[in-house]
């Protein structure tokens, strides 16, 4: 079964900036990260292909967020910049073994890490 381990969320103040980070502890097709804000339902973010060459970004994030893919250390970043408020909430980073580049379907993910929380407030 293969396990995604995700680091870097946190607390952050209004325009500042985060780097996410996934781990899989296998190969994987397209990598992808969702978020949910609380009270609200899961949402897609950005994703990846395997090598990196294709990238694509909710409206919502477009011109923030980075999503980058070092293959060496088998490692998804997401790089987040220029964070709102509307930004919180727990980011998961989810792989499949399907497809090449996910769209935003959670149907598309095979496997799921557990979340790392982000906190953008005063």
């Known amino acids: 079964q293969l396990q995604l381990v995700e680091s870097g969320g946190g607390l952050v103040q209004p325009g500042g900036s985060l780097r996410l980070s996934c781990s899989p502890s296998?190969?994987?097709?397209?990598i992808g990260w969702f978020r949910q804000a609380p009270g609200k339902e899961r949402e897609w973010v950005s994703c990846i292909s395997p090598t990196g060459t294709f990238t694509n970004y909710a409206d919502s994030v477009k011109g923030r967020f980075t999503i980058s893919r070092d293959s060496a250390q088998n490692t998804v970043y997401l790089q987040m910049d220029s964070l709102k408020p509307e930004d919180t909430g727990v980011y998961y980073c989810?792989?499949?073994?399907?497809?090449?580049?996910?769209?935003?379907?959670?149907?598309?993910?095979?496997?799921w890490g557990s979340g790392t929380p982000v906190t953008v407030s005063l």
């Open positions: 989810a792989a499949s073994n399907t497809v090449p580049l996910c769209n935003g379907d959670d149907n598309d993910m095979n496997y």
């Open positions: 296998g190969f994987t097709l397209a």
